[in-house]
């Protein structure tokens, strides 16, 4: 089971700058493939930056330029770069990984999601 642990989210004004971090515990191979997601109340969890399967990172129109999605594949861990952060950028933020890991010798691919942090931007 990989488990991911998101941290960084918190209350920030307008203008200002976060990261969040999600890192995953568990015996991974590699993390093939990673993204954020945002969901507000009464609306649907929407993609933020992401680039599953190989594909090209894609970003929210709304976030680019401003957000900058990465990795460190030593430590298993994604990060979301946030800055010039605008009230509309509130939500709770999920990280998702796709991972490859070895169970008894055999290759298993899965995608784990974090547990949701809350980013407040507001004066």
């Known amino acids: 089971q990989v488990q991911l642990v998101e941290s960084g989210g918190g209350l920030v004004q307008p203008g200002g700058s976060l990261r969040l971090s999600c890192a995953a515990s568990g015996s991974i191979t590699s993390i093939n493939g990673m993204g954020w997601y945002r969901q507000v109340p009464g609306k649907q969890r929407e993609v933020v930056a992401d680039?599953?399967?190989?594909?090209?990172?894609r970003y929210a129109d709304s976030v680019k330029g401003r957000f900058t999605i990465s990795r460190d594949n030593a430590k298993n861990t994604v990060y979301l770069q946030m800055i010039n952060l605008k009230p509309e950028d509130t939500g709770v933020y999920y990280c998702?990984?796709?991972?490859?890991?070895?169970?008894?010798?055999?290759?298993?691919?899965?995608?784990?999601w974090g547990q949701g942090i809350q980013v407040t931007v507001s004066s």
């Open positions: 998702a990984v796709d991972y490859l890991q070895y169970r008894d010798d055999a290759p298993v691919v899965g995608r784990s």
């Open positions: 680039n599953h399967s190989g594909s090209s990172i």
